[in-house]
């Protein structure tokens, strides 16, 4: 049975008619191309499909899309800027050549995103951790973790500042 859902796709609101049984990740893909969300285990295995929703990091092949009525979805296509700017995610995957044939790369980067977006810095231990969830069948990991340590403590460091310049701002 068809059913209209409403929801945000990068930036975008959209009632989009699925099938009540539908996929988010077959939606995403099929019905809006966007093709940075990749098909892979289908089974919540490999984080090919992962993408944000409402700034939590999923697998897309795992949730009905009927569950999406109201939320926010963010995929890869979603971060770019217009003038074409890298995320600090991206340009670390970049800069540490943790791209090989891109497949787990979307996935990796929407991960990535969720984690640099807490402002936190996390040891490479808890990282390989946090990313566990993808597979690359690459297998170039520590390239992956180095970029994702990178983007982590370049975020961390802008976080540290601004709250540093607030508290001077506060005891001015
Ligand atoms: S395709 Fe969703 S986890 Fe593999
Ligand atoms: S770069 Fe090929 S699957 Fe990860």
């Known amino acids: 049975m068809m059913r209209f859902v409403k929801m945000t ?21 099929d019905r ?6 990749k098909r892979g285990c289908e089974v919540g295995e490999c984080g090919a499909c992962t993408v944000l929703l409402d ?17 926010e979805i963010i995929t890869t ?14 340009q670390a995957l970049v ?12 996935g990796i980067i929407m991960s990535a995103t969720e984690i640099v977006g807490t402002g936190k ?13 993808h597979l690359c069948r690459c297998t170039g990991y520590q390239n992956i973790v180095n ?8 975020c961390a460091d802008i976080a540290e500042r601004v709250s540093a ?6 005891a001015a």
């Open 9 to 29: 796709v990068n930036g975008k609101t959209m009632e989009v008619g699925v099938d009540e049984r539908e996929m988010l990740l077959d939606t995403l893909r």
């Open 32 to 37: 809006l191309g966007l093709t940075s969300v």
């Open 55 to 71: 700034g939590t990091a999923i697998d897309s092949c795992l949730y009905l899309t009927i569950w999406c009525e109201g939320a």
């Open 77 to 90: 296509e979603g971060l770019l800027a217009r003038d074409g700017t890298l995320t600090p995610v991206q």
């Open 95 to 106: 800069d540490e050549a943790a791209v090989q044939c891109g497949f787990c790369t979307p």
């Open 121 to 133: 810095r996390y040891t490479r231990d808890e990282i390989r951790k946090l990313i566990s969830g």
């Open 147 to 154: 970029a994702v340590e990178r983007a982590v403590n370049e």
């Open 165 to 170: 310049e607030h508290a001077g701002d506060d």
